[in-house]
Nanobody, 122 residues
Framework: QVQLVQSGGGLVQAGASLRLSCAASGRTFDTYGMGWFRQAPGKEREFVATISRSGGDTWYSNSVKGRFTITRPNAENTVYLQMNSLKAEDTAVYYC???????????????WGQGTQVTVSS
């Protein structure tokens, strides 16, 4: 059974940094793409970042490019999202996901983490 267990998140002030973690089990980690998505209150879930199986390719939404970094040390079976220069508009529940494709589309992911709240005060 595939499981994604998230940690990190919390309440920070604008300009601060946070790191989210997502530990995967139940499938061969380095054969699947990994992604991060977020959902703010009253809004649809949106793409944040994705990383290829090897970790050699990444893709970010325009809203986080240059501030967030996705990494996946495959020996750890974990994907990270380093978030710097946080803004109030980054406030959302963040979800990690795993799927066959390196993709910005949530439809390409078949397993999801439980979600973690990130709140940025201005």
């Amino acid at each position: 059974q595939v499981q994604l267990v998230q940690s990190g998140g919390g309440l920070v002030q604008a300009g601060a940094s946070l790191r989210l973690s997502c530990a995967a089990s139940g499938r061969t980690f380095d054969t699947y793409g990994m992604g991060w998505f977020r959902q703010a209150p009253g809004k649809e879930r949106e793409f944040v970042a994705t990383i290829s199986r090897s970790g050699g390719d990444t893709w970010y939404s325009n809203s986080v490019k240059g501030r967030f970094t996705i990494t996946r040390p495959n020996a750890e079976n974990t994907v990270y999202l380093q978030m710097n220069s946080l803004k109030a508009e980054d406030t959302a529940v963040y979800y990690c996901a795993t799927g066959r494709f390196f993709s910005p589309s949530s439809a390409d992911y078949d397993y999801w983490g439980q979600g973690t709240q990130v709140t940025v005060s201005s």
